[in-house]
């Protein structure tokens, strides 16, 4: 039998996506889609609950936990920038719950019921039986649940990540081949951070704005098709509805209802046959360059802050201590996407970043005894 800590384990996870499940749907405007987000909540606490009861029997009692650190951070994230980040985030945890639920039932030798998926079927099942919403609805609604909301998030993580390990690496590298050369290692490592710092941003820009130039090609098109061949749509409409799990009638209802108006129909068609979401458009390509370049450049400083009043090896050792440290807080918000330990991201990011650091110092130190000899 598997140890009482992860079934715990188990448990919190189940709690956390009630609680955030019902902070979304506090924060939601529109009481068809909140009701959708409490009927979630009131699933995963079901889940909490039942196994709870199915500890008791086996004798491991467990009692039910409060929200963890992580769940009121990603609360708070969210009352900040938005809930549509953390419903990116929830995808995440929808799937570690499914995961468990099905390893739990395979070791138990409980048969499948079908209902142990991700919650993008709930949603459907919830829409089609208890809840008549539009077409228009249900388009908004799984449109936020696909939408990875949490990348900006990630992005920031792993810029800053990116800049520190890199700029780690090429400051010790340098380090490595002088001896009591601060100047050289402060010239190679401002250098090695505004070239990072641009490169990224030039990157970042190209990529949305590449992004947005291909997305509004495509959903003028699809107006056109609208206009053109309203028949064609409306059929393609019901079959998507269909396949999503709604009953005939109902999926040609509710496409006949958006049909109605081309540009509802035109918002619907380009989340569900594009998988297009408009909001993403509305990003500003320079405002991601800027983005970029600050994470990056907030990463990259720290390994070469102490080269600015030390030198030598005391320099070596603050730079060493400080990226530890900033790679330890790395791998720590890492853990807001990812649901691990604190101690097991942080320490990981740390070894493989201080590992990268100590191979470029011990190539730099060997070149630079090659070049002195």
């Known amino acids: ?69 992580r769940a009121r951070v990603l609360d708070r994230i969210g009352k900040i920038f938005g809930y549509d980040y953390i419903i990116g985030v929830m995808m995440d945890t929808e799937k570690s719950i499914a995961q468990a639920v099905v390893q739990q039932k395979t070791n138990e030798r409980v048969p499948m019921k079908g209902d142990e998926g991700n919650h993008v079927k709930i949603l459907q099942s919830l829409l089609s039986s208890k809840h008549k919403v539009s077409g228009e609805e249900l388009s908004r609604i799984e449109g936020r649940h696909k939408t990875v909301g949490g990348n900006a998030l990630r992005a920031a993580v792993l810029g800053a990540n990116d800049g520190l390990v890199s700029n780690l690496s090429l400051v010790m590298g340098v380090a490595g081949a002088t001896t009591g050369g601060e100047s050289a290692v402060l010239l190679a490592g401002s250098a090695g951070l505004l070239a990072g710092a641009l490169s990224m941003a030039l990157g970042e820009w190209i990529s949305v704005k590449s992004s947005q130039e291909l997305y509004e090609r495509q959903m003028a098109l699809e107006m056109d098709e609208i206009e053109s061949n309203p028949e064609g749509e409306l059929k393609e409409l019901t079959l998507i509805y269909i396949a999503k799990g709604i009953p005939e009638g109902q999926a040609h209802d509710m496409a006949v209802e958006v049909m109605s108006d081309h540009q509802r129909a035109h918002a619907v068609l380009v989340k569900e046959e594009l998988g297009i979401n408009p909001d993403e458009l509305k990003s500003s390509a320079w405002e991601a360059a800027i983005a970029s370049f600050i994470l990056f450049a907030i990463g990259a400083i720290i390994p070469l802050a102490p080269f600015f009043w030390s030198a030598g ?31 097991f991201s942080g320490t990981r990011q740390v070894v493989f970043g201080l590992l990268a650091a100590a191979i470029t110092f011990g190539i730099g130190r060997l070149v630079g005894v090659s070049i002195a000899g």
Not at 315 to 340: D, H, M, Q, R
């Open 1 to 69: 039998m598997p140890p009482a800590s992860n079934f715990a384990a188990s448990v919190q996870t189940e709690v956390d996506a009630a609680y955030l499940y019902e902070r979304i749907a506090a924060a939601e405007s529109d009481p068809g889609i909140a009701n959708v987000f409490h009927e979630l909540s009131k699933i995963e606490s079901g889940h909490a609950h039942g196994m709870l009861r199915g500890l008791a029997q086996k004798g491991i009692h467990v009692a039910l936990p409060g929200p963890s650190w």
């Open 313 to 343: 090896y005391t320099a070596i050792v603050w730079s060493v201590i400080a990226s530890g440290l900033g790679l330890f807080v790395i791998g720590s918000a890492i853990t807001l996407f990812t649901g691990k330990s604190i101690w």
